[in-house]
């Protein structure tokens, strides 16, 4: 199949072009309430086209290996078409030429198992949740997905990579008195399999929350200095910050670039923000991207200040930035797209407690259930929260969202603690139509904004 | 052998679902080309009983490997699955002659570009420093349906959809207007780009209103929160399993009597347009609400099984943020449509004194949607005694769909897209805003 793909590109007079076939495999387990909805190991390949030709771009998926002379084709009069059209011819930077082959490795490989072990594990946590008091319906899915991956471009790469992950992600949902509330759960094999047995106890616990969120009050709108857990503060600088940092989301917005210049103060110098797909066992983690680049480690933010972005080979070119390979698609239906690997706010100086200290009247919010963002601006939920008074947490509260404007919610971040977390499961939607990332990984410490706006009931 | 027949032979009963798409995206950013976007897919899902246990399996590609392997997964799922709770389709229903034969189905590339150029130049006449972005897209599907019950459903359906928009000067959200057709457009929609120029030049300034309850008219763009909660509120699922607030709701006034809210899968231009469902059966306009009551739940084969009535071609393979053959069916509006009122953009602003005008919603799926709840930030605009004062910052917005939209004001006189279903402008008397 090199070959094959080598001779395409070999013989085709392109600029630049390069071949990504994928075979992938997925297993799916779904349970709600007391069925099983599904359960299923499914096998699919195809492969996408880039060519960057005639000054332009253009790109394609199709289904199989044969049909890849007819794409090619295609392609190629499109390029004809659009360089009448192209105002600036798109580039880009120049790159080494890497002939490899890296395979996961690991201790407890999920394949290993059979459908029937991972079918009475999610079977046990659901049985679990749904007997539990004010619980009317549960949602427990276990997805494993592996992904081999042949990269080939006309430059001379060769490479052969893969992606391997399992997790299992649960919504229990509970009703008392009218009021229906949900609790997230989330156990993930980033790539370990063991990561997802004997999980029994953090289940209870997430139940324990979510009785007590039954009887909390809905947050009152307003605007409140509030401490975010490490979770929900990772969701924040994902979805706040992360996006405004891959630079093909701003290439072509000149305010934004006038904006985000390198060197600009983003917040106070306590503020570090790191993407680094090289760090091991977190969802965002791999050696090759999707356009044959190394993966590195890149200091966003740095005391405080912009420090460097995310980029593929084409936005490097455009800023004249250097690379950090950070180039990922989520199958052979999509192109890649620059995408965070694992975004973390480093660990600050304070503790957890001092940080509560410092907050007279203010909230505690813990844990996101999604987020949107649209340019600077961002909305995100969390799932609970409690008030805090004079430094001390009290009664819980929920159905809350937070909103605001980046750059000067990023400002508002006075305090930074010391106890740095990864979330265990990935995941980051972006894309027109959406493509959903499994392999996306974020952390953060505890960290205290002075000033944020809530919106409640 | 055929694939039916190999089908049949390993299974007691199956359905075999196949899509074929071919779409073709034209993506402008910043005035150029920022790339062109071709994509040639096909893929399928095989749904079988064997010895009266339920299995499922889908793949992408059309190779007799990957076939091989759909039969194989499928038979392994069903013997791990638990017992089938419905039948498959037995209905028959053939569409070809609907695929367009539009002037536009060769040679696509050079005339959706004379399109672009005529378009790009109209603005930059207008409006040439604002950061205009575009993108075209022209998307061709064929989807066929048969199972062992002799069910044998097919469908071509040909679309164009344009976006254009800017962000607001600052670079942050984007004002945007959204149009789509079954033959590629004719015109450039001056009236259209008009008015998302009015908008744009509004959107110099910012305002913000004090906190309080407050008019608020939506853009038919932004009600797509609206159409995702009702959607999960009339599910046959979420009604069957006791979660939707809707439950013994029919016959019930739920919405202002100004509402009418039909799910219309067979509309013209809409690119949701479907004949049958991804269950293979026959879909149908359905009426939701009327005049505030709600006349309908929606149910695909398993949940009209479960409660005893008749499915009503909502089955899709769709969820929140996704729709393709690896989401599992479940019932789901087709094309929900909000009726028109009798009301111009321009009367409805009229009737505000002070409240805002919603372009946009972000984040209502961190709210409690599946309960109507929403709480979301407002992009959009300050209104004054009709007037706009300049775009929203930092205004909140959140109520419950069956509370706020009882108090429906006025309704727009035309439809357009919203990112899920049609719908008109619509003002509201009062939602809760938080603001200054």
Redesign the interface.
């Given at each position: 199949m090199k070959d094959y793909f080598k001779k395409q590109l070999d013989t085709r007079k392109i600029k630049y072009g390069d071949i990504r076939y994928e075979k992938n495999n997925e297993t799916l387990i779904n349970y709600e309430g007391r069925e099983l909805k599904d359960i299923k190991e499914t096998y699919r390949e195809g492969g996408h086209l880039r060519l960057y030709n005639n000054g332009s771009k253009v790109v394609g998926s199709f289904s199989e290996a044969k049909d890849l002379p007819k794409t090619m084709e295609k392609l190629i009069n499109y390029s004809k078409l659009a360089g009448e059209f192209q105002k600036h011819e798109v580039k880009i930077k120049k790159a080494p030429t890497i002939k490899d082959k890296v395979l996961t490795e690991i201790n407890n490989d999920p394949r290993d198992y059979s459908l029937a072990d991972k079918k009475e594990l999610l079977k046990k946590y659901n049985d679990l949740a749904i007997k539990q008091k004010h619980v009317i319906n549960t949602k427990f899915r276990y997805r494993q997905f592996y992904s081999n991956r042949l990269f080939i471009n006309s430059e001379g790469s060769v490479i052969e990579y893969d992606l391997l992950c399992s997790n299992i992600v649960g919504a229990i949902i509970a009703k008392k008195d009218g009021v229906v509330q949900v609790k997230r759960i989330a156990f993930g094999g980033y790539p370990e399999f063991s990561n997802l047995i004997d999980r029994k106890d953090d289940i209870l616990r997430e139940i324990d929350i979510l009785q007590k969120m039954l009887d909390a009050e809905p947050i009152k709108a307003g605007t409140y200095p509030i401490v975010i857990n490490p979770q929900l503060a990772s969701v924040f600088i994902h979805e706040a910050f992360g996006h405004l940092s891959e630079a093909d989301i701003i290439k072509n917005n000149p305010a934004f670039r006038k904006k985000l210049q390198i060197g600009k103060e983003m917040g106070k110098e306590i503020i570090t923000v790191i993407d680094d797909p090289t760090i091991k066992n977190v969802p965002g983690s791999y050696i090759y991207d999707d356009e044959g680049q190394e993966g590195r480690k890149t200091e966003l933010i740095k005391k405080g200040m912009l420090a460097g972005r995310l980029h593929s080979r084409e936005t490097a070119y455009s800023f004249s930035e250097p690379l950090s390979g950070n180039m990922r698609a989520v199958d052979t239906n999509f192109p890649p797209i620059i995408r965070m690997s694992n975004i973390f706010i480093n660990k600050g100086e304070s503790s957890k407690e001092e940080i509560f200290n410092s907050i007279e009247d203010g909230y505690y919010l813990l844990n996101g259930k999604g987020g949107q963002t649209t340019g600077d601006q961002f909305t995100f939920g969390a799932e609970y929260g409690y008030k805090i008074k004079n430094g001390e947490r009290k009664e819980m509260v929920r159905d809350i969202n937070i909103s605001g404007e980046l750059f000067e919610t990023l400002k508002r971040i006075s305090m930074v603690a010391d106890d740095l977390t990864f979330n265990e499961v990935g995941g980051c939607g972006k894309g027109d139509p959406m493509q959903l990332n499994m392999f996306s990984g974020k952390g953060a410490p505890h960290i205290k904004i002075d000033q944020a706006n809530l919106g409640g009931q | 052998m055929n694939k039916m027949d190999e089908i049949s032979k390993n299974f007691d009963k199956a359905e075999f679902l196949k899509k074929e798409v071919d779409k073709l995206k034209i993506k402008i950013?910043?005035?150029?080309?920022?790339?062109?976007?071709?994509?040639?897919?096909?893929s399928s899902s095989l749904r079988v009983i064997k010895d009266n246990k339920f299995?499922?399996?889908?793949?992408?590609?059309?190779?007799e490997?990957?076939f091989n392997?759909?039969i194989a997964?499928?038979r392994?799922?069903a013997y791990?699955?638990?017992k089938a709770k419905f039948d498959f389709s037995r209905q028959k229903l053939n569409k070809k002659s609907l695929f367009n034969k539009d002037k536009f189905g060769k040679n696509d590339?050079?005339k959706l570009?004379g399109f672009?150029?005529d378009l790009l130049y109209y603005i930059e006449q207008k409006e040439k420093d604002i950061?205009f972005?575009l993108?075209l897209n022209k998307s061709s599907s064929k989807i066929s349906l048969k199972t062992t019950n002799q069910a044998e459903l097919f469908e071509k359906n040909t679309n164009y959809q344009l976006r254009f928009g800017a962000?607001?000067?600052?670079?942050?959200?984007?004002i945007s207007r959204t149009l789509e057709q079954d033959a590629m457009f004719e015109d450039i929609c001056i009236d259209e780009i008009n008015d998302f120029l009015q908008d744009y030049r509004n959107s110099y300034e910012t305002s913000s209103p004090k906190?309080g309850n407050m008019p608020v008219l939506f853009s038919p763009n932004s009600l797509y929160f609206l159409f995702v909660s009702l959607n999960e509120g009339v599910s046959g699922k979420k009604v069957y399993?006791?979660?939707s607030p809707l439950v013994d709701k029919r016959g019930e006034k739920i919405f202002s009597e100004k509402l009418f809210i039909v799910d219309k899968p067979h509309m013209k231009k809409s690119s949701s347009r479907r004949y049958f469902d991804d269950e293979g059966i026959k879909t149908d306009r359905t009426k939701i609400i009327d005049e505030g009551v709600l006349k309908n739940y929606i149910y695909d084969l398993e949940y009209s099984e479960k409660m005893k009535v008749e499915p009503t071609g909502n089955g899709l393979k769709k969820a929140l943020?996704?729709e393709?053959i690896?989401v599992?069916v479940t019932p789901s509006f087709i094309n929900p449509v909000i009726e028109t009122g009798n009301k111009t953009k321009k009367q409805l602003l009229s009737e505000i004194d002070e409240g805002i005008y919603v372009t946009?919603v972000?984040?209502f799926?961190?709210?409690?949607y599946?309960?109507g709840?929403f709480?979301?930030?407002a992009?959009g605009f300050h209104v004054k005694n009709g007037i706009l004062q300049g775009r929203l910052?930092?205004v909140?917005?959140?109520?419950?769909i069956y509370n706020d939209f009882n108090n429906v004001i006025g309704i727009g006189d035309k439809l357009y897209p919203s990112m899920f279903g049609y719908a008109p402008y619509l003002l509201l008397e009062k939602i809760?805003v938080?603001g200054r």
């Amino acid at each position: 199949m090199k070959d094959y793909f080598k001779k395409q590109l070999d013989t085709r007079k392109i600029k630049y072009g390069d071949i990504r076939y994928e075979k992938n495999n997925e297993t799916l387990i779904n349970y709600e309430g007391r069925e099983l909805k599904d359960i299923k190991e499914t096998y699919r390949e195809g492969g996408h086209l880039r060519l960057y030709n005639n000054g332009s771009k253009v790109v394609g998926s199709f289904s199989e290996a044969k049909d890849l002379p007819k794409t090619m084709e295609k392609l190629i009069n499109y390029s004809k078409l659009a360089g009448e059209f192209q105002k600036h011819e798109v580039k880009i930077k120049k790159a080494p030429t890497i002939k490899d082959k890296v395979l996961t490795e690991i201790n407890n490989d999920p394949r290993d198992y059979s459908l029937a072990d991972k079918k009475e594990l999610l079977k046990k946590y659901n049985d679990l949740a749904i007997k539990q008091k004010h619980v009317i319906n549960t949602k427990f899915r276990y997805r494993q997905f592996y992904s081999n991956r042949l990269f080939i471009n006309s430059e001379g790469s060769v490479i052969e990579y893969d992606l391997l992950c399992s997790n299992i992600v649960g919504a229990i949902i509970a009703k008392k008195d009218g009021v229906v509330q949900v609790k997230r759960i989330a156990f993930g094999g980033y790539p370990e399999f063991s990561n997802l047995i004997d999980r029994k106890d953090d289940i209870l616990r997430e139940i324990d929350i979510l009785q007590k969120m039954l009887d909390a009050e809905p947050i009152k709108a307003g605007t409140y200095p509030i401490v975010i857990n490490p979770q929900l503060a990772s969701v924040f600088i994902h979805e706040a910050f992360g996006h405004l940092s891959e630079a093909d989301i701003i290439k072509n917005n000149p305010a934004f670039r006038k904006k985000l210049q390198i060197g600009k103060e983003m917040g106070k110098e306590i503020i570090t923000v790191i993407d680094d797909p090289t760090i091991k066992n977190v969802p965002g983690s791999y050696i090759y991207d999707d356009e044959g680049q190394e993966g590195r480690k890149t200091e966003l933010i740095k005391k405080g200040m912009l420090a460097g972005r995310l980029h593929s080979r084409e936005t490097a070119y455009s800023f004249s930035e250097p690379l950090s390979g950070n180039m990922r698609a989520v199958d052979t239906n999509f192109p890649p797209i620059i995408r965070m690997s694992n975004i973390f706010i480093n660990k600050g100086e304070s503790s957890k407690e001092e940080i509560f200290n410092s907050i007279e009247d203010g909230y505690y919010l813990l844990n996101g259930k999604g987020g949107q963002t649209t340019g600077d601006q961002f909305t995100f939920g969390a799932e609970y929260g409690y008030k805090i008074k004079n430094g001390e947490r009290k009664e819980m509260v929920r159905d809350i969202n937070i909103s605001g404007e980046l750059f000067e919610t990023l400002k508002r971040i006075s305090m930074v603690a010391d106890d740095l977390t990864f979330n265990e499961v990935g995941g980051c939607g972006k894309g027109d139509p959406m493509q959903l990332n499994m392999f996306s990984g974020k952390g953060a410490p505890h960290i205290k904004i002075d000033q944020a706006n809530l919106g409640g009931q | 052998m055929n694939k039916m027949d190999e089908i049949s032979k390993n299974f007691d009963k199956a359905e075999f679902l196949k899509k074929e798409v071919d779409k073709l995206k034209i993506k402008i950013e910043n005035w150029d080309l920022e790339n062109i976007t071709q994509k040639n897919l096909v893929s399928s899902s095989l749904r079988v009983i064997k010895d009266n246990k339920f299995g499922s399996n889908y793949t992408f590609g059309n190779s007799e490997r990957t076939f091989n392997k759909l039969i194989a997964g499928a038979r392994e799922s069903a013997y791990y699955g638990e017992k089938a709770k419905f039948d498959f389709s037995r209905q028959k229903l053939n569409k070809k002659s609907l695929f367009n034969k539009d002037k536009f189905g060769k040679n696509d590339g050079k005339k959706l570009f004379g399109f672009i150029k005529d378009l790009l130049y109209y603005i930059e006449q207008k409006e040439k420093d604002i950061t205009f972005n575009l993108r075209l897209n022209k998307s061709s599907s064929k989807i066929s349906l048969k199972t062992t019950n002799q069910a044998e459903l097919f469908e071509k359906n040909t679309n164009y959809q344009l976006r254009f928009g800017a962000p607001v000067p600052g670079g942050g959200s984007q004002i945007s207007r959204t149009l789509e057709q079954d033959a590629m457009f004719e015109d450039i929609c001056i009236d259209e780009i008009n008015d998302f120029l009015q908008d744009y030049r509004n959107s110099y300034e910012t305002s913000s209103p004090k906190t309080g309850n407050m008019p608020v008219l939506f853009s038919p763009n932004s009600l797509y929160f609206l159409f995702v909660s009702l959607n999960e509120g009339v599910s046959g699922k979420k009604v069957y399993q006791n979660i939707s607030p809707l439950v013994d709701k029919r016959g019930e006034k739920i919405f202002s009597e100004k509402l009418f809210i039909v799910d219309k899968p067979h509309m013209k231009k809409s690119s949701s347009r479907r004949y049958f469902d991804d269950e293979g059966i026959k879909t149908d306009r359905t009426k939701i609400i009327d005049e505030g009551v709600l006349k309908n739940y929606i149910y695909d084969l398993e949940y009209s099984e479960k409660m005893k009535v008749e499915p009503t071609g909502n089955g899709l393979k769709k969820a929140l943020f996704q729709e393709n053959i690896s989401v599992p069916v479940t019932p789901s509006f087709i094309n929900p449509v909000i009726e028109t009122g009798n009301k111009t953009k321009k009367q409805l602003l009229s009737e505000i004194d002070e409240g805002i005008y919603v372009t946009n919603v972000i984040g209502f799926h961190s709210s409690n949607y599946e309960q109507g709840h929403f709480s979301v930030q407002a992009q959009g605009f300050h209104v004054k005694n009709g007037i706009l004062q300049g775009r929203l910052q930092d205004v909140m917005m959140a109520g419950n769909i069956y509370n706020d939209f009882n108090n429906v004001i006025g309704i727009g006189d035309k439809l357009y897209p919203s990112m899920f279903g049609y719908a008109p402008y619509l003002l509201l008397e009062k939602i809760s805003v938080t603001g200054r």
